[in-house]
């Protein structure tokens, strides 16, 4: 169980993390925000590369700061994954297993799980730089999963990639998540809805709404319209889509009080998130 209580970060003057406080036990879950709202800040406080300006971050009861064995137990993919394209790629596992502590007699197992895992084992004799930029996220998130961590936590793991490459980022997380905690940063809906089973919301530095993903829907339910294209919008409302019809071009909208003419329309996690971001 991760514990994050009161977590402040500041560069400089600057205050990014405005005093995060959540819990995050077993299960994945999706740490969805826009650009700029803290969630790589955050991710870099978990697994100890930042220090605080206030708060605590515990790990089973132990600060995660004060306990050097704690970062064996995490395992972490940044947004921007450093390689070295010289080498092979099961070395290159293996110098990750050598900074992970894993004993040297468990490292080929290990490194040879990891690679199934992401379905990379037929790669593991080629070189780093000869692979594609999905293969190299695979690679990635290989060496976050390597020696079976706790906690994982995949920063945007699926930016850039394309519907294949990110179906398979799915199915890499439902295969590795049971008995663990899975923390997955994006600003991708649909990429959490699907394997997350806890959303946290984040914006400007606070979590401002954390539940399941019907709870998120649920934060649109009756702000949510589809209105035709012809009719003046209500104030203060967002247009999200534009979809073309028997009843000829409708947009569906967000806005906070009913719009005349519009029908309400079921809202989704996508609508739920945009409601809180947006404010509506
Ligand atoms: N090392 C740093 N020095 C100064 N400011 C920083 C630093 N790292 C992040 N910030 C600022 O902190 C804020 C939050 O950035 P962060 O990268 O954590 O957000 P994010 O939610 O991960 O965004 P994105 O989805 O774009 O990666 C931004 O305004 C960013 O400019």
Redesign the pocket.
């Known amino acids: 169980m991760l514990q994050l209580c009161g977590v402040c970060k500041s ?2 003057k ?1 205050q ?1 993390l405005q005093g995060v406080s959540c819990e995050i036990g077993e299960g994945v879950y999706g740490l969805l ?10 991710m870099r406080c978990v697994v100890g590369l930042y220090g605080l300006q206030g708060g605590q971050i515990l790990f089973d009861g132990k600060g995660v700061a004060k306990d050097s064995g704690l970062a064996d137990r995490i395992g972490y993919l940044p ?1 921007k994954f450093g390689l070295f394209k010289e080498l092979k790629v099961y070395n290159m596992l293996e110098y990750f297993a050598t900074l992970k502590n894993i004993p040297r007699e468990g490292q080929r197992a290990a490194i040879e799980k990891s690679l199934e895992v992401v379905n990379l084992t037929e790669r593991a004799g080629d070189r780093v730089g000869a692979l594609s930029g999905g293969m190299i996220r695979r690679l990635g998130i290989a060496q976050a999963v390597l020696g079976e961590p706790d906690v994982i936590l995949f920063d ?1 793991p699926t930016a850039g990639l394309d519907p294949e490459e990110r179906m398979r980022f799915k199915n890499i997380v439902s295969s590795i998540k049971g008995g663990r905690t899975i923390l997955i ?1 994006t ?1 991708i809906v649909e990429d959490v809805e699907a394997v997350c089973d806890h959303i946290l919301v ?1 914006d400007g ?1 606070e979590i401002i709404a954390s539940g399941t993903d019907a709870e998120v829907r649920e934060k649109a339910r009756g702000k949510v319209f589809l209105l035709p294209e012809a009719v003046q919008l209500p104030a203060d409302s967002f247009v999200e889509k534009r979809l073309e019809g028997e009843e000829g071009t409708l947009l569906r909208i967000l806005a906070p009080t009913p719009a005349k003419e519009g029908r309400p329309a079921e809202p989704t996690v996508e609508d739920g998130y945009m409601a809180l971001i947006k404010k509506i």
Do not use: I
């Open positions: 560069f400089r600057r990014v925000g826009p650009n700029g709202a803290g969630k790589t800040t955050l947004q945007e940063s600003h984040m530095g």
